[in-house]
């Protein structure tokens, strides 16, 4: 049986879908795919469903009413994941900013101990293609206000390039998490963190997509910034529900 889920949400990605769904199943090891569509209008979801002819046994498909958030989306993956029971849950882009290579080395470190892998852009100095300065200054500096409010020691919190063991989001309370946005990433890692899982980060290399539109706005970036204090002081006063 297949071990492995790569969870892909796509809102618009019909310029890439196609190419990294093949790209991840032509891998050496082998993957499922999943896709959470937000009922994309270019018809992203469409081009999966013709997809699936070719790929029954490993490419899979939910459709979902509307755009509601990355990390809704993550969380309807990682729910139909859990009940399929895969041991190693994957989260991924679908535009080639992260590479499809690099998965086998994010399943490599959680196999041999770690409960989740962080494919980091910053493990390494910053490891960012086609970035403009402004973007490569807000992204790490976001990172190290992350570091220094959760006093959690890792150098790319927002990365969302990530494999969990599933026994992390089994323990983890889906339902509580409160982010839709980029935060969403950041969140997940410090609730793994404050249940000491063993967080392991692997350098990569961020290419900014070449394809499609960006989904970031400035709301996203404000969750960020400003949702890290809350959460920080609410696992404080409510550790026991965190």
């Excluded at 090891?29 to 992203?44: A, E, Q, R, Y």
């Excluded at 470190?109 to 970035?131: E, F, L, M």
């Excluded at 309370?173 to 063993?198: C, H, P, S, T, V």
Aim: net charge positive; aromatic share 12%; hydrophobic share 40%.
């Amino acid at each position: 049986m297949v071990d492995s889920l790569v969870i892909i949400p796509t809102y618009n990605e019909i310029e890439n879908i196609e190419a990294i769904i093949k790209a991840v199943l032509a891998l050496k090891k082998d993957f499922h795919i999943l896709i959470v569509d937000d009922n994309s209008p270019d018809g992203t979801s469409q081009k999966v469903r013709e997809l699936q002819q070719d790929f029954a046994d490993n490419l899979f498909l939910e459709v979902r009413k509307e755009k509601a958030g990355l990390g809704t989306a993550y969380i309807h993956g990682f729910k139909w994941a859990i009940a399929k029971k895969y041991e190693y849950i994957f989260e991924m882009d679908a535009d080639f900013s992260h590479r499809p290579d690099d998965l086998l080395r994010l399943y490599r470190a959680c196999a041999d101990g770690a409960d989740v892998a962080v494919g980091s852009r910053y493990k390494k100095g910053v490891n960012v293609v086609n970035w403009p300065l402004y973007r490569v200054l807000l992204s790490y500096g976001a990172s190290y206000y992350v570091k220094i409010i959760t006093g959690m020691r890792v150098h790319d919190p927002t990365a969302g390039f990530v494999c969990y063991k599933r026994k992390v989001l089994e323990d983890i309370n889906l339902d509580a998490i409160r982010f839709i946005g980029y935060a969403f990433q950041i969140e997940m890692k410090y609730r793994a963190y404050l249940k000491k899982y063993n967080i392991k980060e692997v350098s990569i290399i961020f290419t900014d997509r070449v394809l499609g539109k960006s989904k970031m706005n400035s709301s996203i970036i404000s969750e960020a910034i400003f949702g890290v204090v809350s959460m920080k002081l609410r696992s404080i006063f409510q550790r026991k529900k965190y």
